[in-house]
């Protein structure tokens, strides 16, 4: 699919169908992520796949909404900051560098005809408890992956020249 028509058709889908994500399409997208490029190519992150069957309780005290736990796969990316290249005023890119690798997930699994949904607002101490992540590493964020069961809404979206501004503020 051509770029432009790709990041147009991608959307946040919130209902999932219960047909399994074949293997070779989850290589391809977690492949997206690896090649997703991370500053000074430290790479600070990793990605947890969980398979949704056996794992709906845990899972639904990391996010609450019950479309989340349809997709058979759900996909975490984990912030490793002492892993990470740090700007000259201390400013780790660890966060970046894993939602750099996320975004790339998400339009690759767009590309295969997957759904996913970025999802943000999870509770961070759950998934520290439910998925055992290490002190040293932070959860980022979360997306269902799995076959639509929905079609896309309209997007609003601000026009470009309010987003943008040229040479100063």
């Not at 997957?114 to 992540?133: R, S």
């Not at 979360?142 to 501004?165: C, H, I, M, N, W």
Request: charged content about 25%; overall charge neutral.
């Amino acid at each position: 699919m051509e770029f432009s028509e790709l990041i147009k058709k991608r959307y946040s889908v919130r209902a999932y169908k219960p047909d399994p994500v074949e293997d070779a399409k989850l290589q391809q997208v977690l492949e997206a992520a690896r090649l997703a490029p991370t500053a000074a190519n430290n790479q600070p992150f990793q990605l947890i796949v969980i398979h949704t069957a056996e794992r709906k309780a845990e899972l639904k005290r990391i996010y609450h909404h019950e479309w989340f736990l349809q997709a058979p796969i759900v996909i975490g990316i984990c912030a490793i900051p002492g892993q990470a290249w740090m700007r000259r005023d201390a400013k780790s890119y660890a966060d970046v560098d894993a939602t750099i690798a996320m975004d790339h997930l998400i339009l690759a699994a767009t590309n295969l005809g997957l759904g996913t949904c970025w999802i943000g607002a999870f509770d961070p101490k759950a998934a520290h408890e439910v998925l055992h992540l290490p002190d040293n590493v932070e959860p980022i964020a979360f997306t269902p992956l799995g076959y639509p069961a929905d079609q896309p809404g309209t997007k609003e979206r601000k026009p470009l020249s309010a987003l943008v501004r040229y040479e100063h503020w």
